[in-house]
Every structure is written in structure tokens, then in C-alpha cells.
């Protein structure tokens, strides 16, 4: 095992901010086609106002990161987007692939200026990963020992695995399976974490394919927008292990699981949901699997690709259009950002 003393090269690249109003035009097209289901064009819109209107939706499944926030402050107009929508029913529910517990993800939102009472809770890729590992009444999870290789936070501030029974080792050989909660840090028995590279990560990664280890993602996202920056997520760990041939439990988006259980929080079926979200893959994808209407914010983690430099910024429709073929992830509609 090689360890670092370096912080993990986790940035990215640049991402946009100050905010100025703007229109995406609509251009029509012929009808989307992914196995076993078909898509309608994009329709794209001003803001979050001409959806509400309809009434249509009475659950909105909400991605924070890139949509609601970054990382360090409410986007502009978010905070009176929310408030409009609580007026006007709408049941709101956080859908995301953070590794942190429901429960923090509160707490993080409140702290960020969010009141929590607009919404009916959060469902992460954290709580769902806890309470699996908790109730182990699911036969993949059953068959999983209690020693585990931890991947953690350092800077962010470790993940505790308290009320879970796991053993943390540090050992290759004395492992059961792999957990990934985030790409800075290894986890220590003694609960300290022990800052390493992603690269060293990765190393470690190919230790243990070759002992065929199982493998959780409690965060499958890629990268995730931090005040002007993307930054590295447990997902790319995941998405490492797999190409070497691993075997990998994704715990959130674009897995049907995490929007099967908001749904359930908010008394719903497919029908009567919409999801809002920046990434294509992790959001979009999803929500077409589960069969849930979809509304991309291309102000998010996408912006790079779509040579965005402001946020709120409009895209042109062929733009989009050659991005949601890329990731063959396909939205309802389009907006520049949560604004109503």
C-alpha cells in the first residue's frame, strides 16, 4: 500500500457563477428511444414558475448539489423558488447521492440558510447505505462480513460508521468488502482517517479485485460542484473498481432504489413525480429508468461541456441535444437553473 502526505488532486476544473436572466429556446425534434422506453423532445423553460403552474406534479424530488446549492450558499432566487412551490403544494423531498445520513443533509441545508420545514425530508445514497448495512435483510448485503476496507473523507470530515457493527482494517486480507464514502482519506481501526491520494485509492483498488472483494458506493457520483469548482466523488472510485473487473452495489442515483424510496416518503407513484438535477448521468438517467418526468439544470455540473461562463446562462438547443445523446440520458425539460 502507498500512502501520501499530498492532499488528493481532487479539482477539477472551473465552473460558472454571478447570475443573469436568460431564455433557452425549444427545438423540436424526432421522439427519444432507449431500450424499452421512448422520450419525447426536450421542452425548454424560462424557470421552475411554467411547471408549477400546471399543477401537474405533486412530488419534486430535488437534487441539492448544482441545483439548489454549492456546496457553500444557496444559488440566487433558489430560496423564493422553494417558497413559491411550498405555496403551491408541491411536495418536496431531497433526492441525493450524498454519503452523508439523511439526517445531516438537514442539517447542511438549515445551516446554508434552506428552511427544512418546506420539505418532507431527504432521502441520500449515505442513509441508504446505513440502513442496509443495519438491516442486512437484503441477500447481497446479508452475505457480507462485518471487516471492511473504508474509503472516507479527511478535509470534509470522516463518515462514522457508529451502530453499524462494521470492523475498519486496513488489511487487504482481513477485509470482507470495500466501503466508499468519499476519495481523501483511508479509514483507520482507531477512527482516525488517514489522508491518501486518489491515485494511492485506486492502488488499493487493484489489491483487492484480484481478491474478489465486494465493493459499496455510498456516494455513485462522479463529481460534484463546490463553490467554483468539480470535485472528485466516491463514484469515480466505483466507476475504477468496475473496470477492473469488481463487483459494485451503487446506493443512489441513477439506481431505481433511491427514487423508489422518495417516492415513498412523499406518497406518490411515477405519475404524479417530477426530478429535478444538473447531471445527466446520475439524474436524468434515473429518473427515465423509473419512469419519473425530468428537468435538467444545465447551470450545474454540465456547464463546463455546454461552454457555459455565467450562471443562469442560456444554451443552445443543439448543444443540449448532443450532450443528452452522449450520456444517453434523456430530461422532459430543460432550464438554465432553479429559478421560478
Request: net charge neutral; glycine share 10%.
Amino acid at each position: 500500500m502507498l500512502v501520501s502526505s499530498n492532499p488528493p488532486n481532487t479539482v477539477l476544473s472551473s465552473s460558472p457563477f454571478p447570475a443573469r436572466r436568460s431564455r433557452i429556446k425549444v427545438k423540436m425534434k424526432p421522439n427519444y428511444t432507449i431500450p424499452g422506453r421512448e422520450f419525447q423532445p426536450f421542452e425548454a423553460l424560462n424557470g421552475i414558475g411554467d411547471l408549477a403552474r400546471t399543477g401537474r406534479f405533486a412530488a419534486w424530488l430535488l437534487d441539492q448539489f448544482g441545483v439548489l446549492h454549492d456546496g457553500k450558499q444557496p444559488y440566487p432566487g433558489v430560496i423564493s423558488t422553494l417558497e413559491k412551490l411550498a405555496i403551491s403544494g408541491a411536495k418536496m423531498v431531497i433526492i441525493s447521492n450524498s454519503s452523508r445520513r439523511a439526517s445531516i443533509t438537514m442539517e447542511k441545508m438549515e445551516s446554508l440558510g434552506f428552511d427544512s420545514s418546506l420539505f418532507l425530508g431527504a432521502i441520500t445514497s449515505g442513509e441508504l447505505t446505513h440502513q442496509y448495512l443495519q438491516r442486512r435483510d437484503d441477500p447481497w448485503f446479508a452475505a457480507l462480513g462485518r471487516s471492511c476496507i473504508h474509503m472516507t473523507w479527511n478535509n470534509r470530515g470522516a463518515i462514522s460508521l457508529e451502530g453499524l457493527g462494521l470492523q475498519v482494517v486496513e488489511n487487504i486480507d482481513d477485509a470482507s468488502f470495500i466501503l466508499a464514502h468519499g476519495t481523501e482519506a483511508l479509514g483507520r481501526s482507531n477512527g482516525d482517517p488517514l489522508p491518501m491520494s486518489l491515485e494511492d485509492l485506486e492502488q488499493i483498488l487493484e489489491g483487492c479485485v484480484k481478491k474478489n472483494i465486494p465493493m459499496i458506493v455510498a456516494n455513485p457520483d462522479f463529481v460534484t460542484v463546490e463553490v467554483r469548482a468539480l470535485r472528485v466523488m466516491p463514484g469515480t472510485l466505483g466507476a475504477k473498481y468496475k473496470k477492473l473487473g469488481g463487483n459494485v452495489k451503487w446506493m443512489g442515483k441513477p439506481d431505481k432504489l433511491i427514487y423508489e424510496s422518495a417516492m415513498q416518503m412523499a406518497k406518490v407513484d411515477a405519475s404524479d413525480c417530477i426530478a429535478i438535477g444538473d447531471s445527466l448521468h446520475h439524474d436524468i438517467k434515473g429518473a427515465n429508468s423509473t419512469g419519473i418526468q425530468s428537468a435538467l439544470i444545465t447551470g450545474g455540473i454540465h456547464a463546463d461541456e455546454l461552454g457555459l461562463t455565467d450562471y443562469g446562462e442560456a444554451t443552445a438547443s443543439t448543444a443540449i441535444e448532443a450532450l443528452t445523446s452522449k450520456y444517453g440520458a434523456y430530461p422532459s425539460y430543460v432550464l438554465p437553473a432553479f429559478k421560478w
